[in-house]
């Protein structure tokens, strides 16, 4: 019981993780259909700005507060001009797309390189992070729970933000029909860019979020592009609800698969899973049913 | 008949010129076996010329014969360091102090009169190029010696280099020896150096039960096989092994195993920045270095920022040299040290190696009254140095040093410190023969 308890907290906590790297990237690659290897370096620009902030303002709980904000208008403002600047010339060419986000995020990591020094940079966490805290009888590392609540308070502003503004409306018309978008007046290549604005700025929010757990080095986005994407897609394109299943899916199975072999099987057998999922279900878990022709 | 067969193959093969291809092929062949045979008759004979071999081959460049010259002011050794790639964290510090090393060394004299002159390469961290930079120092720089590699990927992809050209390389990593090339000289610890003390160590202070981490690759997997026969043979328990892939930052469920297993310590093989992930979520599931504490092998004073004091504080390293060593040698290397490159800059383990085998290569190439190979490798044998570490001795026969073990502590200032050593130097055994409990180990 003891085992099953702790294994699913690791589990959900797993998956909280991956929600938060992957959900900035459901917007960009799942809304908009940009492979934008760089996402994962706009994580790590996250996790830069967590450190920064800390130099100046040196009480650790005041400064990963404020950095979260920050972080987001770090990630966006990158992913804007990056949208900007390339990505916005790329769209229907997804081959250069991906290659070309490729090629930026080597530029960002010598960057961080020169910028920061090679070896990982230490973020402090707060002291009312470090330790465990009891949840109904279940004991619950702190850190964990916060990127937990963080990455949940994350999906719900998405959400909200999708569903309840001008402009999430308009980002989900743009998706489901570009042609017909414009012809209603949206400015589709505008709706874009606030889309990849909000994306980017979330991998920025993670980034933050995961200075609790790892360190904060040049090549911190590498780990966890891979994963993100494995997570939109076997949640399906253009679905949030599709990415948070898949994420606390994915991360629940990790967990089990860990506990009972190893963290390498475990690796494997994931990747092995997604496979065949994808073999039954190409689309993933949920789609987006549309009426345009492409 | 057979007249028709053959008109018809040599028709066969104008036709389509397949074996004709192959013919020339062939032909190209015997040219070349021709061309290395000359070059090395050529060599040959230029060896019993006299000890100084021009570099007048131009084709051949497979000719075991060095073009080393020492009969000039000064003489080259080449270093070779991953100054680029996700290495160059820790190979640029090793640089840095070979570099520390050779300027006191030209500053007192040079070696039997003559300054070194260094040629610097960059492995990039790939063992491919490392071994085709070290081909290229030996056989176009003409160094007299070779200092450097990290990986035991990279030194074992330099390995047959240096044995085919008859050269030598000082490696100056602690690693997970079962190797011994007559071609290298190993600075850096092996297995019975570093981990076995550890353990005795551990023994000594009544660890009933132990749980191993690592990353999953030779190093941690050869260093756990050591360890479960070592455990075996003096009744400790291993309680769990667990391997995480190389850079992996998820370890809430290796944790989870470590904490539910509740052993007397964690001996920790991990690699990189996955030490950095291990020991915060170590630290976030109310794991201390009182309750449970962490053995680590690869964690010196430059890891100790990244992952960060906090969470490291109190927590034990198993090396051969610590900065706070307290010896007039040690005292010297860190005050040049920090001249010369900040103050800021700490000194470790690898790197004192890195500065004693420059300083190991003086004394053999002074004993033997020679740079050629074969006087210095019939010199080594013996050869002692008053190091940042302590006194160090060549092993002749296995190219090893013997090395004092250090158990340490990481301080609230980010230092370690000594809080137990071995008594004495220990012989270094790469092949553990002088353990019986290793036998089928050591191969």
Request: glycine residues 10%.
């Amino acid at each position: 019981m003891d085992t099953f308890t702790n294994q699913l907290v690791a589990g959900l906590s797993v998956g909280s993780v991956l929600l938060l790297v992957a959900l900035g990237l459901s917007l960009t690659f799942g809304q908009l259909g940009v492979i934008n290897m760089a996402h994962g370096e706009f994580i790590m620009a996250g996790a830069y700005t967590a450190y920064v902030v800390q130099q100046a303002i040196s009480d650790p709980g005041a400064s990963l507060l404020i950095s979260i904000p920050i972080g987001f208008a770090v990630g966006g403002a990158m992913g804007l001009i990056l949208e900007i600047a390339l990505i916005s010339r790329l769209y229907h060419r997804p081959l250069d797309t991906l290659l070309v986000t490729f090629g930026v995020s080597l530029i960002l990591q010598q960057l961080a390189r020169d910028l920061f020094g090679a070896p990982a940079k230490q973020v402090v966490a707060p002291e009312w992070l470090s330790g465990q805290t009891s949840l109904a009888g279940v004991d619950v590392p702190k850190a964990r729970l916060f990127i937990f609540v963080l990455s949940i308070t994350a999906v719900l502003a998405v959400s909200a933000v999708l569903k309840l503004t001008p402009l999430g409306r308009r980002i989900r018309a743009t998706v489901q029909n570009r042609d017909l978008a414009e012809t209603i007046g949206i400015p589709t290549r505008r709706i874009d860019r606030y889309t990849f604005f909000i994306g980017s700025g979330i991998a920025g929010v993670a980034g933050v979020g995961l200075t609790l757990l790892g360190s904060t080095g040049p090549t911190l986005g590498t780990s966890y592009i891979v994963d993100a994407f494995l997570v939109v897609v076997a949640g399906g394109i253009g679905q949030v609800k599709g990415t948070v299943i898949a994420a606390f899916g994915l991360g629940l199975l990790q967990a089990t698969f860990e506990y009972s072999t190893t963290a390498s099987i475990a690796k494997m057998l994931l990747l092995l899973v997604i496979v065949l999922f994808l073999q039954v279900r190409p689309q993933g878990l949920f789609t987006v049913r549309t009426r345009s022709l492409a | 008949m057979q007249t028709g067969a053959f008109a018809t193959s040599a028709l066969h093969n104008a036709v389509n010129g397949h074996s004709g291809r192959q013919h020339t092929l062939s032909m190209l062949k015997t040219r070349v076996l021709a061309g290395i045979t000359m070059s090395l008759a050529l060599a040959f004979s230029l060896a019993a010329c006299g000890a100084k071999a021009d570099d007048d081959d131009e084709g051949g460049g497979s000719s075991a014969k060095s073009c080393v010259d020492t009969s000039g002011a000064t003489v080259k050794v080449g270093f070779l360091n991953s100054l680029s790639g996700t290495m160059s964290i820790s190979e640029k510090t090793v640089a840095d102090s070979l570099n520390l090393a050779v300027s006191e060394i030209n500053a007192a004299g040079g070696v039997m009169g003559k300054k070194l002159e260094v040629v610097q390469e960059d492995g990039a961290s790939e063992p491919k190029i490392f071994a085709e930079k070290a081909t290229k120092l030996i056989q176009s720089d003409c160094v007299a010696a070779v200092f450097g590699g990290w990986t035991s990927s990279s030194r074992k992809a330099m390995l047959p280099v240096f044995e085919s050209n008859d050269s030598l390389l000082f490696y100056p990593v602690q690693y997970e020896g079962l190797e011994s090339s007559p071609n290298i000289f190993y600075t850096g610890a092996t297995t019975n150096q570093q981990i076995i003390p550890a353990l005795d160590y551990l023994k000594g202070e009544g660890v009933k039960s132990i749980f191993l981490v690592g990353s999953d690759y030779v190093f941690p997997r050869t260093a756990n096989k050591i360890i479960n026969a070592y455990a075996k043979a003096n009744g400790i328990e291993v309680k769990g092994e667990e391997y995480a892939p190389l850079g992996a930052t998820e370890f809430s469920t290796i944790v989870n195993k470590v904490k539910s297993a509740d052993a007397d310590a964690v001996f920790n093989t991990l690699n990189g920045d996955s030490n950095v992930a291990f020991f915060k979520q170590y630290k976030n599931v109310g794991l201390t270095a009182a309750a449970m504490p962490v053995v680590s092998v690869s964690i010196a004073e430059e890891e100790v920022a990244g992952v960060g004091i906090d969470n490291l504080k109190g927590q034990l390293t198993a090396w051969n040299y610590y900065q706070t060593v307290n010896n007039p040698a040690n005292t010297k290397f860190v005050k040049a040290f920090k001249a010369k490159y900040g103050n800021d800059r700490p000194t470790s383990d690898p790197m004192e190696a890195a500065y004693t085998s420059v300083y190991l290569y003086k004394g053999m190439v002074e004993k033997a009254g020679s740079f050629d190979v074969a006087k210095v490798q019939a010199a080594a044998g013996g050869v002692t140095f008053d190091a940042p570490e302590g006194k160090v001795t060549v092993n002749g026969e296995n190219h090893h040093i013997a090395k004092t073990f250090l158990m340490g502590e990481v301080g609230a200032d980010g230092l370690i410190t000594t809080v137990w050593s071995s008594p004495a130097p220990i012989e270094p055994d790469p092949f553990l023969k002088s353990y019986p409990w290793a036998a089928g180990i050591g191969g």
